[in-house]
C-alpha cells in the first residue's frame, strides 16, 4: 500500500501526528509547547527524507557525484534557529500567564479568565 | 595490524558500555547511577575514540580525533562531578532513593 | 543503519508525549534533540546536524529556567488528574491515526524533482563560489529566506522583551549558595575551555564556504559560550541595551552587504572572488545569531528568573 513511501518519510509522519496527539490532548500548557518543537523537527526530517536514496554523500567538496539534495537543508537550517525562537517566545507568555492565574493547565487557565 | 588493535579496542569500548548500562537499570540509588554513569561517559568514549585514532594512522583525522579525546577528558569528569554535586548541595538524600516525585526543584527536607 | 535510530528517535517522541511527570520533559527533550541530529548526519546533511546540536543546548536551558519560574509559582498539588470516559480518550487517537494515513496516502507515486538540485550543484560554485552547496544557496540563490529570518529573530526579540515581566527594573539576585561563584574546580576548567570554544566558533565561521558550518552554528557557539560564562561565574555585568543596538547595526549591514554584492554586482566590479562575500555574510550572520540568542538569555535569566 505504502510501497512508494520511504521508511523515512513513514516514521517523520508517524512522530508529526503524534506530536499532533499530544498538542491536542495534554492537559498542561509547556507539555504543548515541546510538542510543537517536536512536530518542527519531523517536518524537517520529512523534507531531508523525500530525495534521501542509500550511499548518498553530503552536497561539501569538489567532486559532486551522488551528493544529496542541498535545497531542502538550505531551506531547514533557518527553520531550526527560527523554531528555537518560537520556543522562547512560547515561553515568555507562558511565563506572564503563571503570574497573572497562578496555573498552567488549560482547563484551569479557561475558567479563571472566564471569570 | 594497527587495523585489527583498533577494532579490538572499539569493541571493548562498546563492552565496556554495554556492561555500564546494565549496571545502570541495575541500582536504584541516584550516587551510584552517577558514578556508573560517569564510567560509560569517560571511559567507553575514551576507548572508542582511541580505536578510531588507532585504525586511522598517522593522519589529520586521527589528530582531529586526539583533540576530540582531549577535550572529552577535560570536560566528562566535570559534568558528573557538578550533577553529583548540585544534587548534594540540594539536599538530595542517600537513603532516601525515590523521593523526588512531582516536587520539581523543591528543596526536599531532611 | 538509519532504520535502528529512527526507530530511537520515534520511542523518545513517545517517550515526550506519554511520561506524566513534567521534570522528565528536559531530559526527553534533550534526547530527542541528540538522536534527531545524529539522523540527520546520516541523512548527508552535516550543516543541519551541527545547528540542532548547537541549539537543542539552548532550548533545554531555556526549558530548565521556565520550570524553575514554573514550580516556585504554579501550586502542583492543586492539579488533579481528572478521570474522562474511555471515548474521549480513544477519539483524538483514533483522529490522529486516521490523519497520518491520510496524509501517507496521498503522497503522491512520483520521483521527488532533481531539476533544482541539478542546477545548484552543477552552477553553484561559479555562480557563488566555495565549496559547500548548502552556504551557497542559503547566501547566494535563496538569500532572501536568511534576510527575513534575520528580521524574524528581530521581531521575537522584540516580542519576548515585551511579554517578559519587569517591575522596572531587573531583578539582580546575590551570589548565593546555588551559583557557582567561587567554585574553584568549575572555574579553572572552564577558563581552559574558553580559548577552545572561541577558537572553534571562530572556525565554524570562516569555514563556513568550504566544510560543514556557517554563520548560524557559530553564532549559537558564542552564544553558548557567554551561558557557560554566567553559569559558572553568576556575572549580571552585560549590558541588554547594547547588544541589542548592535543586533540591529548588524541587520542593517547584512541587509547593506546583500544589497551591494548580489543586487549591484560588486563582486565582478571590484574583481573579488565570491568567497569574500561568502565570509563577510557568515561572520555577520554568525554575530547577529549570537547577540539574538544572548538577548533572550539573559531577558529570561535577568528579568524572569526568582
Keep these: 500500500m505504502f510501497n512508494h513511501v520511504g521508511i523515512i518519510e513513514i516514521f517523520a509522519v508517524i512522530v508529526f501526528f503524534l506530536s499532533f496527539y499530544g498538542l491536542i490532548t495534554s492537559k498542561n500548557i509547556i507539555k504543548s509547547i515541546a510538542s510543537i518543537g517536536i512536530m518542527e523537527i519531523a517536518v ?72 | 595490524m594497527l587495523l585489527i588493535i583498533g577494532n579490538a579496542i572499539i569493541i571493548a569500548g562498546i563492552a565496556i558500555i554495554i556492561i555500564g548500562i546494565i549496571g545502570i537499570h541495575k541500582h536504584k540509588s541516584f550516587y551510584t547511577r552517577i558514578l556508573i554513569a560517569a564510567k560509560i561517559d569517560t571511559v567507553g568514549a575514551i576507548t572508542i575514540l582511541l580505536g578510531i585514532a588507532l585504525k586511522h594512522g598517522l593522519s589529520f583525522f586521527s589528530l582531529k580525533t586526539l583533540l576530540l579525546l582531549l577535550i572529552i577528558v577535560i570536560l566528562e569528569p566535570l559534568t558528573s562531578h557538578i550533577i553529583a554535586r548540585t544534587a548534594y548541595l540540594s539536599g538530595y538524600q542517600v537513603e532516601a532513593g525515590n523521593i523526588v516525585e512531582e516536587q520539581g526543584f523543591k528543596k526536599i527536607e531532611s | 543503519m538509519i532504520q ?78 481528572s478521570k474522562g470516559k474511555i471515548w474521549r480518550k480513544l477519539l483524538p487517537i483514533g483522529f490522529c491515526a486516521l490523519l497520518a494515513v491520510m496524509f501517507l496516502m496521498f503522497i503522491p ?54 511579554l517578559s515581566w519587569h517591575e522596572g527594573k531587573a531583578q539582580i ?110 561572520l555577520l550572520i554568525g554575530v547577529k545569531v549570537a547577540c539574538g540568542l544572548l538577548v533572550m538569555f539573559y531577558r529570561f535569566v535577568i528579568y524572569e528568573r526568582k
Design chain 3, 109 to 162: 507515486d512520483v520521483p521527488a524533482s532533481i531539476y533544482l538540485k541539478d542546477k545548484y550543484i552543477t552552477m553553484f560554485a561559479e555562480d557563488i563560489g566555495g565549496e559547500n552547496a548548502v552556504t551557497a544557496i542559503y547566501l547566494g540563490y535563496r538569500v532572501y529566506d536568511t534576510l527575513f529570518e534575520a528580521l524574524m529573530l528581530l521581531v521575537s526579540i522584540a516580542a519576548i522583551i515585551h
Design chain 3, 173 to 282: 539576585e546575590e551570589q548565593g549558595e546555588s551559583g557557582m561563584g567561587n567554585y574553584r574546580i568549575a572555574s579553572a576548567t572552564i577558563r581552559i575551555i574558553v580559548p577552545v570554544l572561541v577558537l572553534f566558533s571562530f572556525y565554524l565561521m570562516v569555514n563556513g564556504h568550504i566544510s560543514p558550518g556557517g554563520g548560524f552554528q557559530g553564532g549559537a557557539v558564542i552564544a553558548v559560550l557567554f551561558i557557560c560564562r554566567y553559569i559558572i561565574y553568576h556575572l549580571h555585568d552585560v549590558k541588554i541595551d547594547r547588544i541589542i543596538i548592535l543586533e540591529k547595526l548588524v541587520f542593517v549591514l547584512i541587509a547593506v552587504v546583500v544589497i551591494y554584492f548580489i543586487f549591484l554586482g560588486a563582486g565582478s566590479w571590484l574583481s573579488l572572488p565570491g568567497e569574500v562575500y561568502l565570509l563577510i555574510m557568515n
Design chain 1, 44 to 115: 524537517i526530517m520529512f523534507f531531508l527524507g523525500i530525495g534521501f536514496f542509500d550511499g548518498m554523500k553530503p552536497p561539501i567538496g569538489a567532486n559532486l557525484e551522488n551528493a544529496a539534495d542541498p535545497l531542502p537543508q538550505a531551506l531547514v537550517i533557518t527553520t531550526i534557529i527560527i523554531g528555537i525562537t518560537i520556543c522562547a517566545v512560547n515561553l515568555s507568555m507562558l511565563i506572564t500567564l503563571c503570574r497573572q492565574h497562578k496555573a498552567a493547565d488549560w482547563d484551569v487557565v479557561e475558567k479563571k479568565s472566564s471569570e
Design chain 3, 4 to 81: 535502528i535510530f529512527l526507530v530511537f528517535w520515534l520511542i523518545s517522541a513517545l517517550l515526550i508525549i506519554i511520561d506524566k511527570q513534567l521534570v522528565h520533559l528536559i531530559i526527553h527533550l534533550g534526547i530527542f534533540s541528540m538522536i534527531s541530529s545524529v539522523c540527520f548526519f546520516l541523512l548527508a546533511a552535516p550543516d543541519v546536524a551541527l545547528a540542532e546540536a548547537v541549539v537543542s543546548v539552548f532550548t533545554t536551558i531555556i526549558f530548565i529556567v521556565c520550570f524553575e519560574k514554573y514550580y516556585s509559582l504554579v501550586d502542583v498539588s492543586v492539579v488533579k488528574d
